[in-house]
Every structure is written in C-alpha cells, then in structure tokens.
C-alpha cells in the first residue's frame, strides 16, 4: 500500500525532500557563522544525523551542495526584489526600478554570508556577474548558479526595455547620454552580454552602456556596504539616493 495520493509525491520522495530541505538548512546556519569556506558536508552530515557516505545519496560533493544553496538564495533574493518592485503600479517604470535597487541593498546587507557566498561561488566565475562569456552563448548552456543571477539582472533590464518602449514615439524627450570613445569590440560586448541577454531588446548603445554602468554602481554600493567598507556610514540611505539620481541624470533623466 502507498501513501500518495494520484498524481503527488511518494512518501519515500516526501521524505528524501525533507532530508535534502534539512541538508540545505544545516549548511546554511554553518555558513551565518563561519562563512563560505567553513561548510563541510562532515559536519552537515553530523548536525543531520547521518554518516558523511549517507550524505552523498543527496549530493555528489560539497559543490553541489553548495550550488542548490546559492540557487535558493537566488530564488529568495528574487521573490523578495519581485515584491518590491511589484509594489508599485505596472506603469511606473522608474519607480520599480529603483525598488529593484532598494531591495538588493536590503536583502544583501540583511543577508551578509550569504551575498558573500553569492559573489564567491564558483570561485573561477562570480555568479553574481551580469553574465559568464556570452558570445555565442543562449541560456541552455550557462550553469545554474549564474542563471539565476541573470533572472535577477533581467528583473530591472527588462522594466528599462519597458520603460524605453512606452515612452520612445510618445512625446518623452530623451536627454541626450554621451558615449565615451569605445572600440567596436567593446560595443559589440555590451550588446552581447546585456542587450540580449539582459535587457531582452534591442535598445541604443548608448542606453546599453548607461545601464551596465549603473549596474556596476549599484552592485558596488551593495558589496561595500554588505561588507563593511562603503566610506558613508552616518548618511548611508541619502547617499544611496544621491547615487541614484546621479545614475537617472546618466540615462538623461530627472526623478
């Protein structure tokens, strides 16, 4: 006799869920204390109640452990960031984009092992890149870790691409963005790895350029201040406003 019912999960696949959910939780109290580098599936194993040879059913290596983590922190990093956006109204372009900001600054420093684990893993290409190598590359052949940094990029590329279709041809007069002198290579490379795979549309380059500029803004704020070293201490959230406004006046804009 089973226990399932038609059409869900067995008990035996209920509690090999329940096991790996535990794994998983065991790992990540591990690294709010000790860091990245003081998970060991021995350890894991003992806090669990298994031996280390039983731990390997679950996962094959520490590493894959340590990618299904980063993959949840991922999902929580985007439910969160998709909430926040959410919050305000479809149309409200500019006003989603900076509560993209905001909640990356808030879940990052809230979450400081693990944004730290995020930006450290895989150690020969940062997940949290806006994208590996991405010539010649679609989405079926990056890893898992860094697709999961894409959906997060992609939430704030594609409410810009929306934002640039709903107002191009309907009277929003677009401040001018200069270019700074760029070699065909590098234009090239800015349309690869974020036009197509982060934005989703064909944008200017002009555009494509203010956006990995901010990006890379934005990602400094947060990493500095997760860590410790952002310069502002007293007046942290003005000087995130600041930023921001510096960056809109970047796309030729005013808030």
């Not at 150690?123 to 991405?134: L, Q, T, V, W, Y």
């Not at 940094?149 to 934002?163: D, K, P, T, W, Y």
């Not at 197509?196 to 704020?221: D, K, N, Y």
């Amino acid at each position: 006799m089973t226990s399932n019912t038609a059409g869900g999960p067995s008990r035996r696949e209920r509690m090999r869920a329940e096991t790996i959910a535990e794994i998983k939780a065991s790992a990540r109290s591990q690294l709010q204390e000790l860091g990245p580098s003081g998970i060991s599936l021995r350890a894991v194993a003992r806090d669990v109640g298994v031996t280390p040879a039983a731990l390997y059913r679950y996962f094959t290596s520490l590493d894959a452990l340590l990618l299904d983590l980063c993959c949840d922190l991922y999902d929580e990093l985007i439910a969160a960031t998709r909430a926040a956006m959410d919050a305000a109204p479809p149309e409200a372009h500019l006003e989603r984009m900076k509560a993209w900001v905001w909640a990356f600054r808030a879940w990052a420093v809230g979450n400081r092992r693990e944004f730290e684990l995020m930006i450290s893993y895989p150690e020969d290409n940062s997940a949290m890149s806006i994208c590996a190598d991405p010539k010649d590359l679609e989405a079926g052949d990056l890893d898992p870790v860094t697709l999961k940094s894409m959906e997060h990029a992609q939430l704030c590329g594609h409410e810009l691409a929306r934002f640039y279709q709903q107002t191009e041809g309907q009277g929003f007069e677009f401040g001018t963005i200069t270019l700074p002198e760029m070699s065909e290579s590098l234009k090239q490379e800015l349309i690869e790895s974020c036009s197509r795979m982060i934005i989703g549309e064909r944008l200017p380059l002009s555009w494509v350029f203010a956006f990995t500029s901010a990006w890379v803004r934005v990602f400094g704020l947060v990493t500095m201040e997760a860590f410790g070293s952002l310069p502002v201490r007293d007046n942290v959230e003005e000087y995130y406003k600041a930023q921001i406004k510096s960056m809109l006046k970047d796309f030729g804009m005013e808030e």
